[in-house]
C-alpha cells in the first residue's frame, strides 16, 4: 500500500504569512501599524518558547509586538488592569494571555477580561459563543489552522465522519464545532470514552489532541484517512513527538501531519492572521464588542 502524504505544514504556513506580510503592509502604507499586545506571567519554559516564537514571527510579517512580562508574583488586580489598559489602548488590535498562568491567578478571569474586539486567541465567551453559532470573525488559532490545512490539502469535510480526541476549550471543542460547521460528521472523545478504537476506525479524518504519547497506533487509524496530530509530547529521549505513533501509521493513513512541523506552524500563523483581522475590523469601525 502506498505511503501516506506527509502534510508539510510549515510551508503551508509559510503562505500565510506571506499574504499576512502582504496585508500588514498595505495596513501601514495606509498609517495603521497592526499591533498584538502579549502578556506572560511567571517562568514557564514551554511558554517562553511560544512567546518567543510569536514575537519572531511578528518581526517577520511586518506587525508590532509588545511583551509584557509579568513577575511569578503578580496579582490577578494587577493582570487585569493591565488587560483594561490594553483594551483601551486604540494602537493595540490583539491581546493574548499566555497559557497556562501561575497557579494562584485565576486564566479564566483573565480571558474573560479581554475586549472581544482584540480577542486573537478566541477564548473570550462572546466569541466562543459565536463559533458555537457559526458566525465568528476571529477563530481559534489551532483548530482553524487545522481546517486551513486540510483545505490545502484538498481533503473535503462535507458528509465525512470526523472523529476528534481531546475536549479541552482550546482545542478538541471549538475543533469539533468548525468541523460540524464544515458539514462533517463528528465525534468527540475524551479521558472517559469507551473502546476508543472502534471509534477513530470509522474516522474519515481524525484530530488527536489528546496529549498523551503513543495514545493512536496504527491499528486504531482507517486506511486512507487523515490524521491530523494536534499535540505536543516528548517522547523518553526529550524529543518532540505528538500523540499519534506516526512512522507506523505512515503505512495506514492518506495524509498525516508530523509533529514538529505541522499543526504548530499553522497555529501561529493563524494568529498572525487573526492579528490582522482584528487590526482591520476595528480600523473599519467594526466593534466585535
Ligand atoms: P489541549 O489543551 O492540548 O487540548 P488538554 O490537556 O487540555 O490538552 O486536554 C486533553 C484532552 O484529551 C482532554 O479533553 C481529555 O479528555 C482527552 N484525553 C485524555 N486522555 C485520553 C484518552 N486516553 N482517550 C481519549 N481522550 C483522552
Known amino acids: 500500500m502506498a505511503m501516506a502524504k506527509i502534510i508539510d505544514g510549515k510551508k503551508i504556513a509559510e503562505e500565510l504569512l506571506k499574504s499576512v506580510r502582504a496585508d500588514a503592509e498595505k495596513l ?7 499591533c498584538l499586545a502579549v502578556i506572560i506571567a511567571g517562568e514557564n519554559p514551554a511558554s517562553k518558547v511560544y512567546v518567543r516564537n510569536k514575537k519572531l514571527t511578528c518581526e517577520r510579517v511586518g506587525i508590532r509586538s ?3 512580562a509579568l513577575p511569578e508574583e503578580t496579582t490577578q488586580a494587577e ?8 483594551n483601551n489602548d486604540p494602537s493595540v488590535h490583539g491581546i ?6 501561575p497557579g494562584h491567578l485565576d486564566e479564566r478571569k483573565v480571558f474573560d477580561a479581554i475586549s472581544p474586539s482584540k480577542d486573537v486567541d478566541a477564548f473570550h465567551p462572546i466569541t466562543v459563543g459565536r463559533v458555537v453559532i457559526g458566525n465568528a470573525a476571529l477563530l481559534p488559532c489551532t483548530p482553524a489552522g487545522v481546517m486551513e490545512m486540510l483545505r490545502h490539502e484538498g481533503i473535503s469535510v462535507p458528509g465525512k465522519r470526523c472523529v476528534v480526541i481531546g475536549r479541552s476549550n482550546i482545542v478538541g471543542k471549538p475543533m469539533a464545532l468548525m468541523l ?3 458539514d462533517g460528521t463528528v465525534t468527540v472523545c475524551h479521558s472517559k470514552t469507551v473502546n476508543l478504537k472502534e471509534l477513530t476506525l470509522q474516522a474519515d479524518i481524525l484530530v488527536c489532541a489528546a496529549g498523551i504519547r503513543g495514545l493512536v497506533t496504527a491499528d486504531m487509524i ?3 484517512a ?3 496530530d494536534v499535540s505536543i509530547n516528548r ?5 518532540l513527538c505528538g500523540d499519534v505513533d506516526f512512522n507506523a501509521a505512515l503505512n495506514v493513513a492518506g495524509a498525516i501531519t508530523p509533529v514538529p512541523g505541522g499543526v504548530g506552524p499553522m497555529t501561529i500563523a493563524m494568529l498572525m492572521r487573526n492579528t490582522i483581522l482584528s487590526c482591520k475590523l476595528q480600523v473599519t469601525g467594526c466593534n466585535l464588542g
Open 28 to 34: 501601514n502604507a495606509e498609517g495603521t501599524k497592526p
Open 66 to 68: 509588545l511583551e509584557f
Open 79 to 86: 493582570l487585569l488592569a493591565l488587560v483594561e489598559k490594553l
Open 96 to 101: 493574548l494571555c499566555q497559557h497556562p498562568l
Open 180 to 182: 460540524l460547521a464544515a
Open 222 to 224: 482507517k486506511p486512507g
Open 226 to 228: 487523515a490524521v491530523i
Open 235 to 239: 517522547d523518553g529521549e526529550g524529543k
